[in-house]
């Protein structure tokens, strides 16, 4: 049974610009949440996504935007890249009212 | 404000030996509460939960122990093994009834097994 799935493993991207993650949870999984790793700060809920819905949504600013699709893959998008962006995105999916699989993250340097 | 501490962030532990990892919450709306492990360049791990309805759940080496009255539980790895080293994170949700949950995680305590 595949893992969940994140794509790009590393990304290098310019201040200002924007970005898209992406993951594709574990087949039939349909709740898929992000959350940012950073070493000051520890691993931060950004969203959860359920049936293309947002269900729960973190503390970070409107630059941080997802969406999931029909096939329960998802996207998360920051516009406007600062330095402070810098950080591992992880992906987890999940069953109902079970545990998270997480993928191996998108490790995003923002210079 | 942190409502899940970790507040040691590494611990050294001779092979064979018992290793204790301790986190704190504040929040006492949580009611389910885990543990991960993440290795380097890969996504945390799930090792062991515990329900608040517990005080005690036990995995093969690990064995997870909650003080609802003192908000504190801890991980017990025994006997600690090399493989064992890795960073362990604490974990916290809060039933929100809609079968959506967020983990609130500690910012992780990195585990060194000395062989």
């Known amino acids: 049974k595949a893992g969940v799935t994140q794509t790009p493993r590393y990304l290098i991207k310019t201040r200002g610009q924007q970005v898209t993650l992406s993951c594709s949870p574990i087949?039939?999984?349909?709740?898929v949440s992000w959350y940012q790793q950073t070493p000051g700060q520890g691993l931060q809920f950004l969203f959860e996504?359920?049936?293309?819905?947002?269900?729960n949504k973190g503390n970070f600013p409107g630059r941080f935007s997802g969406r999931q699709f029909s096939n329960s893959r998802s996207e998360m998008n920051v516009s406007t890249l600062e330095l402070g962006d810098s950080a591992l995105y992880l992906c987890a999916s999940s069953l109902p009212n079970l545990g998270y699989t997480f993928g191996s993250g998108t490790r995003l340097t923002v210079v | 404000d942190q409502q899940v501490k970790q507040n040691s962030p590494s611990l050294s532990v001779q092979e064979g030996r018992i290793s204790i990892l301790n986190c704190d919450y504040t929040n006492s709306m949580f009611d389910y509460f885990l543990w991960y492990k993440k290795y380097p360049a890969e996504g945390p791990t799930f090792l062991i939960s515990?329900?608040?309805?517990?005080d005690k759940n036990e995995d093969g080496r690990f064995t997870v122990f909650l003080n609802k009255s003192a908000k504190h539980l801890s991980l017990h790895i025994v006997p600690s093994q090399p493989g064992d080293s890795a960073v362990y994170f604490c974990a916290a949700s809060a039933s929100s009834g809609a079968g959506s949950y967020q983990l609130t995680f500690g910012k992780g305590t990195k585990l060194s097994v000395i062989p």
């Open positions: 996504y359920f049936s293309e819905t947002q269900r």
């Open positions: 515990i329900s608040s309805i517990k």
């Open positions: 087949s039939g999984h349909r709740s």
